[in-house]
């Protein structure tokens, strides 16, 4: 008998053999609070599971577990009077949890508390142009940033005392361009570099920005999505600022292919990295980044999604072990492949015991693992789920 046998067959094992009770019972005796919260903060957790953890979990993981968006509405509505302002917070910002509950929370004693019900998408604008008005700069910051909150009050917001309020109001994609023309002559760096970043700045300010010689201004709109192809083509033309504005151009969705092989081939390591990461990258740039002499770009490759399979293939023999492990937690990566990397030494259990892909008898091997609880709780989490959405 085999040690994964001797394992399944023995006391060790679970008195069930159903991933989901499993997986139950191996959060409740792992003993370590950060399996448990890591665990919980995967999206595919089911709303049985976040029940169970906060029935015995500490304030942190009641927290995170409120946060989701899988957890069963009056589980939420006990948590909402729970002793740990942290808890109560997660509660008032989850847009599952009824207005009724949110609008109490908005009225928390704590300040963390209201300024999760601000944080609340699903919030009412009565409630959002209240908290606008609070005394606590974090709260107001939230009432800044969220889509639901009323023009008028952003306006009045953009004119805040505070900083971060004026920087959170240039960050909502909810906002007039007006204001946020007016808000790139603030005298706060982030504030001018968030507003720049902004998609809804007016197209006269975006021209203007692109040939700006603050340096705020040129990282954030070297990342706006709305700058048009000949717009690129002026900012990587200005050779005084190229590394400012290379870095933000190169994680830019709207950044063409012409400017893209440019970037691949560039000396900043961090902007070849940027390139390697991007979703739908072109396969010859890609080609381009695999072979990279720094490892931090060859792994962003390895963990691309749309890599395609040869590449992986070749990134599966990489030198280093951090790559590797990358190609065997990307989820488009072929069962082959997989099967591999799982012969391979050292063997990346948590990154195979994470991927939605990995083979149903490798997860069950790894459900087993004796050295790590976070690779058990991974695999039966796969195992439990079938790598998809839970329906409960």
Known sequence: MGLFDFLKSSSFSSRSNDPLSRLKQELRNCGWANTVDGIICDYRVPASVLSDVVTYGDCTTRSIAAQSENIFVDTLVRLADDSEACVRESVASNPLTPETVVARLSRDSDSDVRSGAAHNPMVSTDILTRLAREESWRI??????????????????????????????????????????????????????????????????????????????????????????????????????????????????ATPESALIHLAKWGDGDTRGSVAHRKHAPEHILDILANDTKEDVRYYVACNGTAPTRLLAKLANDPEARVRAAVAQNPITPVEILRKLNQMSPRPVYSLAWNPATPTDILESLSYYTDSSDVRCAALLNLATNGQMPSI
């Open 140 to 253: 107001r910051s939230w009432v800044a940033i969220n889509a639901s909150t009323p023009s008028n009050v952003i306006e009045r917001l953009s004119k805040d005392e505070d900083a971060f309020v004026r920087q959170y109001v240039a960050w909502n994609k909810a906002t007039p361009s007006y204001i946020l023309d007016t808000l790139l002559k603030d005298d706060k760096d982030d504030v001018r570099e968030r507003a720049a970043w902004n998609p809804m700045l007016s197209a006269s300010a975006i021209s203007k920005s692109i040939e700006s010689d603050d340096i705020a201004i040129l990282k954030g709109i070297s990342t706006n999505t709305a700058l048009t192809n000949s717009q690129i083509e002026m900012l990587m033309a200005n050779e005084q600022h190229r590394g400012t504005i290379y870095r933000g151009l190169a994680g830019n969705p």
